[in-house]
């Protein structure tokens, strides 16, 4: 398909699991972003990557999630030592190449719901 | 810091129009969008502003006044459809890489 897509669409993992989710963005697309939103609550910013470099990591809420991508395409978000305070839907975004005067918005996949037991 | 505000939920009666607000305080501004969010489903795009004024859409308008730090999304004719969430986000940042979400407004349309 054309969209932005993720994987796993579900996960529950056991506390102190590592867990691996996967973000294939729109062909073409530089940007991506990766957010946490626990339920009921708004879209927390994790990390920016601009081609496969991540100029802003400021979101990432401690040293056991880190992020990679590979290119303009994959990109994967590691959590390491899950606790049950992960548990949240993680959703990717990419966009076309930042500008200022471009009118970009970010395409969101479906998300991966992480559960934490 | 970065604080941006939005009515935590709205109620509205089909057929109806509702504005939805949204206040902001960002270290940068280059840009404010409106999503669409449905329960269990990623959020879509519904606006774009970066100039003060009206930006109209078909059913939905946005308004913004960026020395108020301020924002709209206008709903009309509401259609159950649009019972959702409501996110405004703030693009920051001289390369205006960083979005910043607000909490979101969730709204119910009833008959």
């Known amino acids: 398909g054309a969209g932005v897509s993720q994987s796993p669409s579900n996960k529950v993992t056991e506390k102190g699991k590592d867990v691996e989710l996967r973000c294939d963005p729109i062909?073409?697309?530089?940007?991506l972003y990766w957010y946490r939103q626990r339920l009921g609550q708004g879209l927390e910013f994790l990390i920016y990557?601009?081609?496969?470099?991540?100029?802003?990591k400021s979101g990432l809420p401690s040293d056991r999630f880190s992020a990679e991508r590979t290119g303009e395409s994959v990109s994967t978000l590691t959590i390491q030592r899950t606790q049950q305070e992960d548990s949240a839907v993680y959703l990717c975004?990419?966009?076309?190449?930042?500008?200022?005067?471009?009118?970009?918005?970010?395409?969101f996949g479906p998300g991966t719901r992480l559960t934490v037991t | 810091g970065q604080n941006i505000d939005q009515p935590t939920e709205m109620t509205a009666t089909e057929g109806a129009i509702v504005q939805i607000n949204c206040t902001y305080q960002?270290?940068?501004?280059?840009?404010l969008f409106w999503y669409q969010q449905h329960a269990g489903e990623a959020p879509t795009f519904l606006s774009y502003?970066?100039?003060?004024g009206l930006e109209e859409k078909g059913r939905f308008s946005s308004f913004l006044s960026r020395s108020k730090g301020y924002s709209y999304l206008l709903l009309k004719e509401l259609q159950m459809k649009d019972s959702a969430s409501y996110l405004c986000?703030?693009?920051?940042?001289?390369?205006?890489?960083?979005?910043?979400f607000g909490p979101g407004t969730r709204l119910s349309v009833l008959p």
């Open positions: 990557f601009q081609g496969n470099s991540a100029p802003d």
């Open positions: 986000a703030v693009r920051e940042g001289n390369y205006g890489q960083n979005f910043v």
């Open positions: 960002t270290s940068g501004f280059n840009g």
């Open positions: 502003n970066v100039l003060d």
């Open positions: 975004a990419s966009s076309p190449s930042p500008g200022l005067a471009v009118t970009y918005e970010q395409y």
């Open positions: 062909s073409g697309h530089t940007a």
